[in-house]
């Protein structure tokens, strides 16, 4: 490679690689679609490879794009931090904020919180990504994270606001039809909703209890909030955070005393934020009011 390619043709190259064809990346870039495509012609004249196959159903990235891509991606997010950075105007409280929350936190509690954060910052945007993924906060792909679990990384700002407790939940009526369990072996008689990809965390809990195993499951569903969904529906019995079920008449706990676990909760920022007045606002609204919710 004779000289650093420019950063448009990176960008193009990521924007391809997300959306999986030419025009849906210049949709998302508002570029052209030939102008995109030169992109990524110059992109592999400068780095002497090819970066995807032409196939008649569109673009397929090669091996060497997908090594790329991690790579490429942290470049995208550095530079969206960097925007945001420069847009923070003498302590003012604006530009564009990103959050990464779970599902069920993201759904569930953050709404309010961010709308009156928006009502009292009028001028702050905000980018939620909703994933029960571990964001890397060090890469820059999200601004303040809210984890259930606790951080390691060095060069973060930590603050756990409080712990969040989950418990087995069902429908009423499903109850009323099939009965209420009163041991957890007699869980193996109803309908158990349950997890798809079997993580550290899931088999953590199943050690701790084994008669919550996937085969057992009558629906199994990786989204937390399809399992949420599956709940509300009346389908069976599956885990739900306590303080989400109380705010329905319709769903109760059982089996409380024999199944409680209880996830802590962490505000997280990089430590380069932390002077930034726009990321302040939005972590210290967070941390005092999802403080709030763990509380009670």
């Known amino acids: 490679m004779n000289s650093e390619p420019d950063w448009d043709l990176y960008r193009s190259f990521a924007a391809v690689l997300r959306e999986g064809s030419l025009s849906g990346a210049a949709r998302s870039l508002g570029l052209t679609q030939p102008s995109v495509a030169r992109h990524v012609d110059a992109l592999e004249a400068a780095i002497g490879t090819t970066l995807f196959l032409r196939t008649q159903r569109g673009l397929s990235p090669t091996d060497a794009a997908l090594r790329l891509k991690p790579h490429v991606e942290a470049l995208v997010a550095t530079s969206a931090a960097l925007l945001r950075a420069a847009a923070d105007h003498a302590g003012q409280v604006r530009g564009t904020v990103r959050i990464s929350a779970s599902e069920v936190v993201g759904v569930e509690h953050l709404p309010p919180i961010l709308a009156e954060l928006r009502r009292r910052h009028p001028?702050?945007?905000?980018?939620?990504?909703?994933?029960?993924?571990?964001?890397?906060?060090?890469?820059?792909?999200?601004?303040?994270?809210?984890?259930?679990?606790e951080p390691v990384q060095q060069a973060l700002v930590t603050r756990k606001v409080g712990a969040v407790e989950v418990g087995l939940h069902a429908r009423r009526d499903y109850l009323d039809r099939c009965g209420v369990p009163e041991t957890m072996e007699a869980l193996a008689g109803y309908d158990l909703i349950g997890f798809d990809a079997e993580?550290?965390?899931?088999?953590?809990?199943?050690?701790?209890?084994?008669?919550?195993?996937?085969?057992?499951?009558?629906?199994?569903?990786?989204?937390?909030?399809?399992?949420?969904?599956?709940?509300?529906?009346?389908f069976g019995i599956g885990f739900c955070q306590v303080q989400v079920a109380?705010?329905?008449?319709?769903?109760?706990?059982?089996?409380?005393?024999?199944?409680?676990?209880?996830?802590?909760?962490?505000?997280?920022?990089?430590?380069?934020?932390?002077?930034?007045?726009?990321?302040?606002?939005?972590?210290?609204?967070?941390?005092?009011?999802?403080?709030?919710?763990?509380?009670?």
Do not use: K
Not at 222 to 233: G, K, M, V, W
């Open 123 to 149: 001028a702050l945007g905000i980018e939620l990504v909703l994933s029960n993924s571990i964001d890397d906060l060090l890469g820059r792909q999200a601004d303040i994270a809210i984890r259930m679990v």
């Open 199 to 234: 993580t550290p965390a899931i088999r953590a809990m199943a050690g701790r209890y084994p008669m919550l195993r996937r085969r057992l499951f009558a629906l199994c569903a990786d989204s937390d909030l399809a399992q949420l969904a599956a709940i509300r529906a009346g």
């Open 246 to 296: 109380r705010r329905s008449r319709e769903l109760v706990r059982v089996l409380e005393h024999d199944c409680a676990i209880e996830l802590g909760l962490w505000i997280v920022m990089h430590e380069d934020l932390r002077a930034s007045a726009s990321c302040r606002a939005a972590f210290d609204a967070l941390a005092a009011r999802l403080g709030a919710i763990a509380r009670g």
